[in-house]
Structure formats: C-alpha cells, structure tokens
C-alpha cells in the first residue's frame, strides 16, 4: 500500500478490538487538532476511553464516528516505498492554538506545532530485524527529482573484525525521488554491515551512516579469547578493542576454537535446554581453562 | 560459587508539564513512586535493619532522576499520595464492619501512610535515599542512555555519545556518584554504543541474551557467564527462564490469581461525593488513582466480576513463588555449574516497575528471594560491579546487534505507525549540528547560547524511545505524538532564530522552564 501523505495517516490501537487507521483528508489534519485540541485526557487503561476520545476527536474534525465494519484495517506497507509530502510542515498550519491552551498558563503558551519536512541533505539506514533494512533519505533542493539509491552490503561473518573488509556481497539499486521518502528493504545476508548511497543527476553523492545487520543465527566457530580485564583497568584505555591487544592490565589468552554447530539457535533457551547443548558445545582449550574441564552430562 | 545478578532498569520518559495544574501522564511518575520506588526503598532499608548480605543492581534512568530531583513533581507526588489516601479512607469509613472489601482498604491505608513518612524520612530526596544504599552496598546504581534513545535506531556518533555523556554527567550531579555501568535502553546493543560506555569509563552493561547467544565467536557459556566486549565492557545477558517466570502474563507468577487486580481502581468505582479535583483529571473525566480493591480472581475475567482483594492471601502466594523461584534458581545453578565445569552467573533482569506497579506484591517477592539466596545456599545475589570485582576472567566476544524488543531487533521501534519520526528526528539533528558549527563560541549565558542549549535539550528529548514504543502499542496515542513533534517544533524554532542571528526570548524562557532537565547538557557534543 502506497501512503502519499503519511503524517495524515496515524494508525489507533488498543488491542485488537480498537485496530483501525484513520486517514484524514485535505481539511484540517489530524495532528493538527492533536496539536490544538490535545488529547491528554487519553486513558492508558481504559480501552473504552480510549474509544471515547476517539470517537471525540472524529466528531470535532467532523468525521463520522469508526465502527467495526466502517473502517478498514491498515494493512502493512513495510515494504514499498514511502513518499513523503512535498513541502508541507509535519504539523502546524494556521490553526490557531486553541482549547487546551486555554488551560495552561499564560507564559507557556507557544505556537502550534511546526516540523519542516526535511532539513539538509542525508540518507540513513537502520537495521530493523534480521533480514529487514529502513532507510529513510532527504535531498535539500530535490523536490520532483529522480535520483539513484544505492545499498551496499557487505558480509562480515567475524562481526567488527572484519570492519575494513570493502569487498561488497550485494548490491541493490533503485530510483527514489530525491525530496524525500522511506522504504523497507529484505536483504538477505546473515550477518554484516550495510551502507546506502544516494546519487542526485548532478552527480553528487551522499553516503549513509553504516548499519550493522541484526543476525538470526549462532555465528561460525571462532577463537576462543579469554581475558582477565579487573575492574581496576581504566576502560578509556580499552576504547578500540584494547582487551584483544593485550592493553595494559588485561591477560589474554587464545584458547584454541569455540564452535556452536550442535547448538541451535531457537529465539530463547532454556537452562535445561543449554545445559544440553552445551554438552555439544566444542571447545578446544588451554588446560587451565574451565571449559577444558571434564564435563558431565546434565542431570 | 555460582552468584545471581538481579538487575532492574527503572525508567520513565521525562513528563513534566507546569503549564498545568493537572496532567494526567505526571500520574506515570507518581505511581511508580508509591508504587514501585519506595517500596524498593523499604526492601533496602530491612536489609540495612537486619544485615541482610544482598545487592541488587539498579538502572535509574537520567530523565526518572530529573523528574524525581523536580521540586514541582515532588510536591505533586505528594498530592497524589495524599489522594490516595483520602480516598481510601473516605471509602473505609462509609463501609460497615463487614464489608468485604474492608481489609484491601486498611492495607491501601497503611501503604499511602507508609509512603508518606518515607518521603519525610528522605525529605522527599528520593535519589538521596537511594545513594545511601549505593553507599552501602545493598545496590550497585547504573544509569541508561539520557532520553532513552536507542542506539542501534539512532545510529549516529553524535547523538550515541550524547547520550551517554549526559547520562553519566546527570548521573554524578544527582546521585553524587560516578556509574560504573548503564542499562542499554531497550537493552539495544550497536558496536558504537559500547564504544560510548567504554569511553566513558563504565564497566558493564545488560543485554537481552540474543546479544550473547548469537555473538563471534559463539560464546562457550551460553547466557550462564558475562563475556567481555574487544573494549572490556562487560557484558550480562538475561537469562530466559528467570525472566518467563516473572514476566509471562500466563505462565509467570504475577498472573496468579490471589495478586491484586490493576486494571480496576476506585478512581471509578468509588461515589462521586468520595471524589475531589485530585482525584480526576484536569477535564473532570475519572481516572485511576492507585486504590485497588479487588484481586484478579481468574483468567480472562470481566473486571466487574472481580473479587475482593486479600492482602494476607497474596502475601501468602508471594512467599510461596519467591521459594519456587529460589528452588528454581538452586537447581539451574547446581546443574548448569556442572555441565559448564564452572561457577554459573545467572542474570535476571526486568524493568523496575514491574515490581510494585503492574505487580503490586512484587517486592515482596523479591525481598524473599534476596533474603532467601542470601542466607541459604545456591546463587550469592550481587551486583554485577561487585561479580566483576570477585571475577574477572571471561571470554571476549563480538556481541550481535539486538534488542529486548519483540523479535529481539527493532520493529517496536522502527514501523509503518512510527517510522515517519525518524528522518525528522536525524534532520533536526542535522540542523542543529550547523548551528553548533555557526555559533562555536556563543556558550555563555547570552540568549543566544541558552538557545543552542536548550535546542540540544529539545533534540535529545526528542530521541526518546519511548514515544515510538507507545505509538505502536497504541496506548496514549495522542500525547505520544504530541511529545516528539513538539520537541522537534521548539528545537526548530530556536534553531530558526539561531540561524537569523536572534532568538524570542519569551519562547526561550517558557521551553526552559518547561522541558527544564539537563542543566548539563552541551551543544559541543552535536558540533562535531
């Protein structure tokens, strides 16, 4: 489902009983009369004021009051993309700051609120959940304009370690319009880091800030480090990974592989469900360490 | 010997609103207050009392320290206990001997009584009382990121470290102590934001226990040891089974059916002629007022068929799941030693409300179990400085970005009913960032330089998690709206006349006094 004109669209929910979305036309917008009329009366334990606030709010802006069969159920529009409006505040107008105003003391009284959609010029991205991008992006000047989005992603199955590793796994690319928007995107890489560029017809680029995917899955064996860091070590000392260089105060001992490939990743464990996996747990290590230890098989 | 670190993150975003006599979502701050913190306090207290060895680790979030340092919200809290109070004894003495509800009504009595002359034993300096038991040992205080925003969502250097900054400078200002670890909001791990905490020289963190389980290398104790990050933060990942047993609605122990009911209140079911202003909101509407009269009585039961509450019979079911729980905590710990060839660490974190608040029986709950661990055997309960004091050899780990979030990642946070706030939040972000860059030097008291400083307060106010959470679970929905744009709107219209070379003092003035926390706060941080 495309939304073009998303801050009109504010979705009300108080379980399942009150699931609906309310678009609100060209008239005076929704969080404009949030702004001005307020809705702090809003019960957090009463669903059935909940419902009575919002059957307020429809008469004021002179809609009918939702019923269960009169409004439809949002449907998720998490992955097309987003147009933002063109040049209109996030809230604001020419409302005037009315009832609750009339509440509050004299010196608080301030003007509605106004939000200017977009500022500068950025791209960002956030990792949401595991296979599963945000980005969001804003070009000063590109109202109308198509330009080109670029998403860059990089496998790093070592975590951070494999921060400089520039050598690109995928790469999607797609056009945008350049004034602005947000789209989700499925990426189907385990684990890594993701960076998004945008390219305007002028040439000119800008880069997004990395995001670090969110992984679903126990990671591949690895060293197994272990480190005696006290309390006492000053960790301003450690900033940049100084526990893995050895810093000053910190014993470190590489301790042979840690592998997890018996031990399957379910969302959540158990204690007794760890405790049997990690039997299975290899773990090649040092003879003073603890996990070289005879094991014994759970009780 | 194995040890539980019980952790609690208390939090609640920054509500603070002099423009108004009444506001409902102030009433946030005081429930937790007579609901959740000073029952804590009385728990801490009898531990002093009777030299009870336990420690507990406890997050007091930047803006929960800001409101409860308030002079405003603290005569409010007050008024609000007071209310409680009235009401409770209006309603005890228009019951005849028998009434059913009588010995509910006594005990809501003697708790408002008893909050009241704790806040007289501390002057109401609740952050006061709680550094005394820091001092003492009886809990480790953390902090958490400033406005709570989460760092992998944010995902700028700027904001991460201006989070963690002002979250630590808060933290001595209030408390007169230096954290030495921070509650993740959300518990959102991101490489840079463990950086932020390394750098700002605090030693641990907690984490949902995804960030360990699902770490490189694999962590070879599983979430039953902390592990150490590349910049020696550590690291305690919750343990499932402590959790589910406190926090599932249906399987944990607050569901049981002797607990006091939250959802019915006397604020509705009491005679008007009991009720005063106080006692509703600022509209004349009703609302809940923290008397609660009836006990959950059975699953999905209509709140009209509630029973009366029983104090004894729930103190009775609290005694009796705190020894489950011990015996729980017993065999995980003597099994789990076994089978890792080493003393477990066993991590039970929750959000502090949950104690007191949503589960009204729940700190007595917990004073069992600490007392409990404490003086028999099984896990020694300490705070997690003091674990690292006595241990500090543990595996090194890149931890996985995660959350305690549905799904352990950021849908709550980031979707289609709440994404539209975050491209405005990076931009007024931006924005700020050139205002910093243009008015370098104006950081003295000039209208100019408290403009910069309260347009950062604004910003950072903005970032909270919290109102993207209330949007997607629906509840509040216009005031979770309301509270980023408007901190957007005033940072925009300062930033406006930054830009123009002047700024509307009266403006100025009534956001200062308005969205007043952060007295530390420093535009620099933004500049770079």
Redesign the interface.
């Known amino acids: 489902m495309v939304v073009t004109n998303?801050?009109r669209c504010?979705?009300?929910?108080?379980?399942p009983r009150?699931?609906c979305r309310v678009t609100v036309g060209r008239g005076p917008s929704l969080?404009t009369l949030?702004?001005s009329r307020?809705?702090?009366?809003?019960?957090?334990?009463?669903a059935d004021?909940?419902s009575a606030?919002l059957r307020r709010?429809l008469e004021l802006m002179g809609q009918p009051n939702p019923s269960p069969h009169a409004v439809a159920v949002?449907t998720?529009?998490?992955v097309m993309p987003l147009r933002?409006p063109s040049n209109e505040p996030?809230?604001?107008g020419d409302e005037h700051d009315t009832a609750e105003n009339d509440?509050?003391?004299f010196?608080?009284?301030?003007?509605p609120?106004?939000?200017?959609?977009?500022?500068?010029s950025?791209v960002?991205?956030?990792?949401?959940?595991?296979g599963?991008l945000?980005c969001?992006?804003?070009m000063a000047h590109g109202q109308g304009a198509a330009g080109l989005l670029t998403i860059v992603l990089v496998r790093a199955?070592?975590?951070?370690?494999d921060d400089n590793n520039d050598s690109p796994s995928t790469v999607i690319e797609q056009t945008i319009e350049l004034g602005?928007g947000?789209m989700y995107l499925p990426v189907m890489l385990g684990?890594g880091w993701v960076e998004a560029r945008v390219r305007d017809h002028h040439g000119d680029e800008w880069v997004s800030?990395r995001?670090?995917?969110?992984?679903?899955?126990?990671?591949?064996?690895?060293?197994?480090?272990?480190?005696?860091?006290?309390?006492t070590?000053?960790?301003?000392t450690?900033?940049?990974?100084?526990?893995?260089r050895g810093a000053a105060g910190?014993r470190?001992r590489h301790a042979g592989?840690?592998?997890?490939s018996a031990?399957s990743?379910r969302?959540?464990?158990?204690?007794?469900a760890?405790?049997r996996?990690?039997?299975h747990?290899g773990?090649a290590?040092g003879d003073d360490m603890?996990?070289s230890?005879?094991?014994?098989?759970?009780? | 010997m194995s040890r539980l670190v019980l952790a609690l993150h208390g939090h609640l975003p920054y509500v603070h609103h002099?423009?108004?006599e009444h506001?409902?979502?102030e009433d946030w701050l005081f429930e937790a207050v007579a609901d959740c913190y000073v029952p804590l306090l009385w728990m801490l207290d009898g531990w002093r009392r009777d030299g009870v060895d336990a420690q507990i680790t406890l997050g007091l979030s930047p803006t929960l320290l800001s409101m409860l340092d308030t002079p405003l919200l603290r005569a409010r809290t007050r008024r609000h206990i007071d209310g409680r109070l009235s009401l409770a004894q209006r309603r005890l003495q228009s019951g005849s001997g028998d009434d059913p509800f009588r010995p509910a009504l006594v005990a809501a009595v003697a708790h408002a009584e008893a909050v009241l002359s704790r806040l007289d034993d501390a002057s109401d300096n609740l952050p006061r009382a709680f550094a005394e038991h820091h001092d003492g040992g009886r809990v480790e205080l953390m902090t958490c990121g400033a406005t709570h925003g989460v760092a992998?969502?944010l995902?700028?250097g700027p904001s991460i470290e201006a989070q963690v900054t002002l979250a630590v400078r808060t933290h001595e200002r209030i408390l007169g102590v230096t954290p030495?670890g921070m509650w993740l909001p959300e518990c959102g791990v991101?490489?840079d934001v463990l950086?932020a905490?390394?750098?700002?020289?605090?030693?641990f963190t907690f984490t949902e226990?995804?960030a360990v389980?699902?770490?490189?290398?694999?962590?070879?104790?599983?979430?039953?040891r902390p592990v150490?990050?590349?910049?020696?933060?550590a690291l305690f990942p919750r343990?499932?089974?402590s959790a589910?047993e406190v926090w599932s609605a249906t399987d944990g122990y607050p569901g049981d059916f002797r607990y006091r009911e939250?959802?019915r209140?006397l604020g509705?079911d009491a005679d008007d002629h009991h009720l005063d202003a106080i006692h509703k909101?600022?509209?004349g509407?009703r609302?809940?007022v923290g008397v609660k009269l009836h006990r959950i009585t059975g699953a999905r039961l209509p709140l009209g068929d509630k029973q009366p509450y029983s104090p004894h019979a729930a103190a009775e079911a609290a005694r009796g799941h705190a020894a489950d729980f011990v015996a729980q905590r017993r065999a995980?710990a003597a099994?789990?030693g076994?089978?890792?060839?080493?003393a477990p660490c066993i991590t039970a974190a929750f959000d502090a409300e949950l104690f007191g608040h949503w589960w009204h029986e729940g700190p007595q709950f917990l004073d069992h179990v600490l007392r409990a661990l404490a003086a028999g055997d099984g896990p020694k309960p300490v705070g997690a400085?003091r674990y690292?004091?006595e241990d500090?050899?543990?595996?090194?780990?890149?931890p996985?970005?995660?959350s305690w979030g549905d799904?352990?990642?950021?849908?709550v946070w980031?979707?289609?009913?709440n994404?539209?706030l975050?491209?405005?939040i990076?931009?007024?972000r931006?924005?700020l960032q050139?205002a910093v860059v243009q008015h370098g030097g104006a950081w003295s008291s000039s209208p100019l330089g408290r403009a910069l400083r309260q347009a950062t307060r604004e910003v950072m106010l903005s970032q909270s998690s919290d109102w993207p959470f209330i949007?997607t679970?629906?509840?509040?929905?216009?005031?979770a709206?309301?509270r980023p744009?408007?901190h957007?709107?005033?940072a925009?219209?300062l930033l406006a006349g930054l830009e123009h070379g002047s700024v509307d003092e009266?403006?100025l003035?009534?956001?200062e006094?308005?969205d007043a926390a952060f007295p530390d706060v420093d535009p620099h941080w933004f500049g770079r």
């Not at chain 1, 609120?113 to 500068?120: A, K, L």
């Not at chain 1, 592989?257 to 997890?260: E, K, L």
């Not at chain 2, 390394?198 to 030693?203: I, P």
């Open positions: 998303l801050q504010i979705s009300f929910g108080g379980g009150y699931l969080l949030l702004g307020g809705l702090r009366e809003l019960e957090r334990t009463r004021q909940q606030s709010l949002a998720t529009s998490s933002m996030l809230a604001g509440h509050r003391l010196r608080f009284r301030e003007p609120p106004e939000v200017p959609h977009g500022w500068g950025s960002r991205l956030v990792a949401v959940a595991p599963q945000f969001s992006w804003h199955p070592h975590g951070y370690d602005g947000r684990r800030n995001a670090w995917l969110v992984p679903d899955a126990v990671a591949e064996p690895g060293p197994l480090w272990w480190a005696e860091v006290p309390v070590v000053d960790r301003r450690l900033v940049g990974g100084g526990v893995l910190v470190l592989t840690v592998q997890a031990h990743w969302g959540t464990s158990s204690s007794a760890w405790a996996a990690a039997a747990v773990v290590a603890p996990s230890r005879p094991r014994r098989e759970p009780t | 002099p423009e108004h506001f409902l979502e992998p969502v995902l700028d030495r991101h490489p950086e905490i390394a750098r700002a020289g605090m030693l226990d995804r389980q699902l770490a490189w290398p694999p962590p070879a104790c599983g979430v039953h150490w990050t590349p910049s020696g933060v343990d499932p089974d589910k939250f959802y209140d509705y909101q600022g509209t509407a609302k809940n995980d099994h789990i076994a089978s890792l060839g080493r400085h690292l004091a500090c050899s543990h595996q090194v780990v890149h996985a970005v995660s799904g352990g990642a950021f849908q980031v979707n289609g009913d994404d539209w975050w491209q405005p990076h931009d007024a931006l924005r050139a949007i679970m629906g509840t509040q929905l216009g005031y709206v309301r744009i408007e957007l709107a005033r925009h219209r009266a403006d003035s009534q956001q006094e308005r």
